[in-house]
């Protein structure tokens, strides 16, 4: 894996970013790649495995290779062209589609919120 970088159109270092900064700066390379060529991203967030993988099956992008190297994740992903939107059922409004958007948002955060120590909500509430 390590043995051609070259042959990545872009190299994304993410270490020491914390989540979402890794997400969002992988979004912005792969907006500047062309179809088909690959950004190889490593970032030390505990999460990016998890963020990496819905952030592809979420733009259509391809993860074409993962490994787990001395506390680092290296992500070789390869830009696809944008998936189509997902239609709504003949059956549902703009608005239920919005509040579909808005729980599953919602419970996103919750489930963040959930898994914070003490200490971190204590830094949350004095600012």
């Not at 506390?71 to 409004?93: A, V, W």
């Amino acid at each position: 894996m390590h043995s051609s970088r070259q042959n990545y159109a872009a190299t994304l270092d993410a270490s020491g970013l914390h989540c979402p900064q890794p997400i969002i700066n992988c979004k912005a390379m792969l907006a500047l790649l062309d179809e088909g060529e690959i950004l190889y991203m490593i970032a030390t967030d505990r999460d990016a495995l998890r963020e990496i993988r819905q952030l592809v099956r979420h733009t259509g992008n391809r993860l074409c290779g993962y490994h787990f190297i001395d506390g680092k994740h290296h992500f070789q992903i390869e830009k696809r062209s944008p998936r189509p939107r997902r239609r709504l059922s003949p059956h549902s409004t703009p608005v239920q589609a919005d509040i579909s958007g808005c729980l599953h948002f919602g419970f996103r955060l919750l489930h963040r919120l959930l898994s914070l120590s003490p200490a971190q909500i204590q830094t949350i509430e004095g600012n």
